[in-house]
């Protein structure tokens, strides 16, 4: 058996999945959709494509993980990263993306569709840190060219990005994680209801005093 492993990208959902709900009770029964952006086209290209030719596409939908709101409460954020992780490598199979895709045609818009029931808290994740965007290469712009090879000269310190009515399209929680700098920060982009910002603070107030997660002071175990 494979053992337990997450990305990166996993733990930081699983933990804006966990601010999200920081307003909810702790014993709350809602049903949460923790959904994650995911491109397909690995998984398709095989059969479908030809080789040596170009082709520019688009083919990302989501992975969904159904978790209830008690368990996000009452277990570790690793718990959660571990969930997000198995419903990846199982949504990610070809017969799965097949079935997918067939909801998708069968939909009266063909667009995205959710799972859940009537008590869904709808939580959105993107991840763009393989567009290297931290990266990118502005050099021939710089007008002082007396800097070393090494230099971080031309290339992004900070990337915004602007988005319109992406809230009401993607649930009651959306987090974009926009990539990892040179020192190793991560850039995170997230909307959530006005309301909930408050119950949101208090919780990231309190794992920086003790240094982790509510209940065992670490924020991975």
């Not at 570790?76 to 992780?85: G, Y």
């Not at 971080?152 to 009515?165: D, E, L, N, S």
Request: glycine content about 6%; aromatic content about 10%; overall charge positive.
């Amino acid at each position: 058996m494979e053992p337990p492993s997450v990305t990166e990208g996993d733990v930081l959902s699983a933990w804006w999945a966990c601010l999200s709900l920081a307003h909810l009770p702790a014993n709350s029964k809602r049903m949460v959709c923790l959904n994650n952006g995911y491109e397909f086209r690995p998984v398709l290209s095989d059969d479908l494509l030809r080789s040596g030719r170009p082709l520019l596409s688009n083919a990302v939908h989501l992975v969904t993980c159904l978790v209830r709101a008690s368990d996000v409460s009452e277990k570790s954020v690793s718990w959660l990263a571990w969930q997000v992780r198995r419903s990846i490598r199982a949504q990610r199979r070809r017969e799965q993306v097949e079935a997918h895709y067939a909801f998708v045609r069968a939909s009266r818009r063909q667009n995205f569709f959710l799972f859940g029931d009537h008590t869904l808290f709808m939580v959105s994740c993107s991840n763009w840190k393989k567009g290297n965007l931290f990266e990118t290469d502005f050099s021939a712009a710089v007008a002082e060219k007396r800097v070393s090879a090494s230099s971080r000269a031309g290339k992004p310190t900070y990337v915004q990005h602007y988005r319109i009515g992406a809230q009401k399209k993607h649930g009651d929680s959306l987090l974009m994680i926009v990539g990892r700098d040179e020192w190793g920060n991560y850039w995170l982009d997230g909307c959530i209801d006005r309301k909930l910002w408050r119950k949101a603070e208090e919780m990231i107030a309190e794992w920086s005093v003790r240094g982790g997660n509510r209940k065992t002071g670490d924020l991975w175990s």
